[in-house]
């Protein structure tokens, strides 16, 4: 999940959330200079299967990161504005017009319609809701991603100079469910460059 808004980013620049400004990654070692840090890294990375203070995999998360919040922003637009608006139509359709009709057969037909319409709608919705929230790899990139503010956090509260709200994704109660079935360790940006 490479685009050209992480090309165009320095060599140790990721973007901090969807649209956001460009941050600067913490090295390993300013957050392995923290003992409870460090600690922590160590433990999560047995559990998570990745090495938090690898700064190159460190980059490589956060930019896919970034990448799969852009990913599920667009899904929801693509799919949540239509809902919306099918939505609203119906509804202001209904109050407005259909509800005054004489027989109460073209106001069931109406609803029937309109419950199939918004329903569809609402299938696709989920749909892609599910195929980018319920996804086990992304839900693997997002656990690695909450574990990694965790421990930079602790960090920061250690002394170690790592900016407030650092890396700005938020700690994502939800969907961030490490499965080790479906493991797919992030590797460097270079490890990827050389495979292409």
Do not use: C
């Not at 090295?27 to 047995?46: C, F, M, N």
């Amino acid at each position: 999940m490479d685009t050209s808004e992480n090309r165009d980013l320095g060599a140790w620049e990721f973007i901090g959330r969807r649209g956001g400004d460009v941050v600067t990654l913490v090295r390993g070692s300013v957050i392995a200079a923290v003992p409870e840090a460090r600690q922590a890294a160590e433990r999560a990375g047995d559990e998570l299967r990745f090495d938090f203070l690898d700064d190159d995999a460190v980059l490589a998360l956060l930019r896919s990161r970034h990448e799969d919040e852009e990913d599920m922003f667009r899904a929801g637009f693509a799919h949540g504005v239509p809902l919306a608006f099918v939505g609203l139509g119906a509804v202001l359709y209904w109050g407005g017009v259909a509800q005054y009709w004489e027989t109460a057969a073209n106001r069931t037909v109406y609803l029937a319609v309109a419950a199939a319409v918004v329903g569809t709608q609402l299938f696709f919705f989920l749909r892609s809701a599910m195929s980018h929230w319920g996804d086990p790899v992304r839900q693997n990139l997002r656990a690695r991603a909450r574990k990694y503010r965790e421990i930079a956090h602790i960090a920061r509260r250690g002394g170690a100079g790592v900016p407030a709200h650092y890396p700005h994704y938020g700690p994502y109660p939800f969907a961030a469910t490490f499965h080790p079935e479906a493991d797919t360790v992030v590797r460097s940006e270079n490890e990827g460059r050389d495979e292409h």
